[in-house]
């Protein structure tokens, strides 16, 4: 059993930052690549940035430069962070964190991961 909590959302004013953090629990940390999505009103859920078991990072082109995804072991549980800074009004969404039993995470869709978090809201104000 994998289980996922997320914490770290609020509201910012745009150029702000947050930085969000997702406990893993269930010895995943040599087994299952993670990553960040993301959810607005009326939109689908979209890849913001994954990390591969080895930790080679990949991000969506609209958060290249500005986010940064990163993760450490912590007893038998994994973090998963999403440093975001300089946010846009864009990147308000329910942020979701997720894991699947893969080396590589890279190019991945939503539909490929078994393991979600219940999300964290993040607004961003013009």
């Known amino acids: 059993q994998v289980d996922l909590v997320e914490s770290g959302g609020g509201s910012v004013q745009a150029g702000g930052s947050l930085n969000l953090t997702c406990v893993v629990s269930g010895s995943t940390y040599t087994s299952h690549c993670m990553g960040w999505f993301r959810q607005s009103a009326g939109e689908e859920r979209e890849g913001v940035a994954t990390?591969?078991?080895?930790?080679?990072?990949?991000?969506a082109d609209s958060v290249k430069g500005r986010f940064t995804i990163s993760n450490s072991k912590d007893n038998a549980k994994n973090i998963l962070y999403l440093q975001m800074n300089n946010l846009k009004p864009d990147a308000t969404a329910m942020y979701y964190c997720?894991?699947?039993?893969?080396?590589?995470?890279?190019?991945?869709?939503?539909?490929?991961?078994?393991?979600w978090g219940q999300g964290t809201q993040v607004t961003v104000s013009s």
């Open positions: 997720a894991a699947v039993r893969f080396w590589r995470c890279g190019g991945r869709s939503s539909g490929d991961f078994p393991y």
């Open positions: 990390i591969d078991v080895d930790g080679t990072p990949t991000y």
